[in-house]
């Protein structure tokens, strides 16, 4: 089992910069691919992007691809999503997701407001 609590959402103005943080439980988290989900109002869930258990390869939705960095500190059970030059449309809550073969975990979700 693991637990994943995010944090570091809030009001950010346009063109600002947010760093999520999503901690993890359990002595296991350095086996499962992490990745960023976001959900914004009357919207469907969407992949922000993942990074691969080592942390050696990430990808990205072409929607934040350049602003957008994934990084991962295993000895931390830590997982970031560093967010640069937001728009409006970025505000959503954003989901921290874990996957290792047929397991998966959610996070709760931290809410994101881009606005002036």
């Known amino acids: 089992q693991v637990q994943l609590v995010e944090s570091g959402g809030g009001l950010v103005q346009p063109g600002g910069s947010l760093r999520l943080s999503c901690a993890a439980s359990?002595?296991?988290?350095?086996?499962?691919?992490m990745s960023w989900y976001r959900q914004a109002p009357g919207k469907e869930r969407e992949l922000v992007g993942t990074?691969?258990?080592?942390?050696?390869?990430?990808n990205y939705a072409d929607s934040v691809k350049g602003r957008f960095t994934i990084s991962r500190d295993n000895a931390k059970n830590t997982v970031y999503l560093q967010m640069n030059s937001l728009k409006p449309e970025d505000t959503a809550v954003y989901y921290c997701?874990?996957?290792?073969?047929?397991?998966?975990?959610w996070g709760q979700g931290t809410q994101v407001t881009v606005s002036s």
């Open positions: 997701y874990a996957r290792r073969y047929w397991s998966y975990y």
């Open positions: 990074i691969t258990s080592t942390g050696g390869s990430t």
């Open positions: 359990g002595s296991t988290f350095g086996t499962y691919s």
